[in-house]
């Protein structure tokens, strides 16, 4: 499957619908950080994620320090940005409501 990388103002407009994201990679990636209680809820959130991105077949780049997790996504195979990084973002945030 061919996956097309988006243009920068392509990007920004995906960007625009999502809150708490920023750019990195100077623009070829999004990344979210995380705060929450304690380290087993952020270890719950992670699990919830991957079984997100094992459903969209795409793996986000983490980390995860005691309470603190941040996602960092990009998409390899258009070696940038695709509309997959901002459906898996907007997943992820949706596991936040």
Known sequence: MSVTRLTRAEAEGEMATLEGWE?????????????????????GFMNRVALLAEKAD??????????????????HDCDGLSHRDFELASAIDALMR
């Open 23 to 43: 750019f990195s990679r100077e623009g070829e990636a999004i990344r979210r950080f995380f705060k929450f209680a304690d380290f087993v809820e952020a270890w």
């Open 58 to 75: 795409h793996h986000p780049e983490w980390s995860n320090v005691y309470n603190r997790v941040e996602i960092e996504l990009t998409t």
